[in-house]
């Protein structure tokens, strides 16, 4: 071994014309891990060096990304130190020569070495991919920020529209059945379903204001002037009087007069059934199970029934859910959440045009960004995680609840207006972006 120390060392002499105070010996330039002299030396962050197949070794066994000798954290993907890798070489080209035809021999130095590349590569194709949307993204900084603005002047807009018409979609839910005028009164009939628009004029002829409402007994309604010969749909009109009567105002039948009534609830509804609609079900059905759950599942879990009378009053007189309604909300409930509210806002497409099909094209977007995120946990290994994950969006849920149970008095309307009006309508938008990196991403990561 000192002959070929000697050897190197006169060597180097020769060649860079330098001549070296001592001799040099192989434990100079050897591996902090195998303690042999460096092969393909790579020196991490922290300043330590080791072979490059010793470090991959570690990597294999460990899978952590950190200095086996002090556990510093390395940054990026380690590479070859060229110029400690030339001067070995020149100093002991025999014994480099050796050690590599040894490490060829090595199948599993080998496997280790191509596991450990093939990270790299992944590592650097991600940093590419990274540089390159952070590059598009800094490039169209003046579109985004005009869109940024349009959107915003778009949900200015959106709210004064809607809050110049607030007085005509909580009127009635707020005033008392005794002060309605005949056409407050024909307006609340209208509402119980299409069938009652037969009976509008005959109201309007008899001129029955809110008062007179209140006296009508169920067999004055088969009489003059009103003339209702339907069982089914006297029963209807009796059992909404009840609850009108049971409330003293009307009670909320749409999506607008439900949020005029529950202003705080709606708005904390509509967030956290987007974020997490199973969680968000569970807490209608265990504190909001009458008011708010019963129409929810009637509604995307009907029976199929051909009775008229039961079509007719399936929203006014709810019973408990039957089996076969729990078994299929169930079902829904664990795999296609969002599929559930999409199909309530089907039910609601007549009564409420455009806001139903924002909803159900949000409902379809968030399907897809929740079969992304499990892929990803799948492909990734990650399922054990799902636990940590319901926990967190259980926090989050609770959370918002506590929030707006606390600052909802102090928050301005029109701030909760946009906020409100700004998930319903727009939030859809932001989705369309959301799955289109999502399909580039796997798109990239395909090739």
Known sequence: MEEDVKLGSDNCERSSGVKLDRNISVSEFSCNCCYDILVNPTTLNCGHSFCRHCLALWWVSSKKTECPECRDKWEGFPKVNILLRDVIEKLFPDTIKEKYEDLEQNTEISRALQAFNKYGNEQNQSSSREGRANHQRGGGGFFSGVLTALTGVAVVL???HWSSRESEHDLLVHKPVSKWTPEEVVL??????????????????????????LTLAEDEFSKEPYSIESTSHRKAIIMELERVKTLGVKPPQNLWEYRAVNPGKSLFLLYALKSSPRLSMLYMYLFDYSETFLPFIHTTCPLQEEDEEDIITKYIDLQDPTWTQWREFLVKYVFLPYQLLAEFAW???EIHYWTSRFIIVNAMLLSVLE???????????????????MWGHFWKISTQGLLVAIFWPVIPQFVCNCLFYWALYFNPIINIDLVVKKIRRLETQAM
């Open 158 to 160: 959106l709210v004064y």
């Open 188 to 213: 609340w009939l209208e509402q119980l379903g299409p069938w009652a628009s037969h009976y509008k004029d005959r109201f309007l002829s008899g001129r029955v204001n809110g008062r007179l409402l």
């Open 347 to 349: 039910d609601w497409l």
């Open 371 to 389: 079969l992304f995120s499990f892929w990803r946990l799948w492909s990734t290994s990650q399922l054990r995680s799902i636990p940590r994950l």
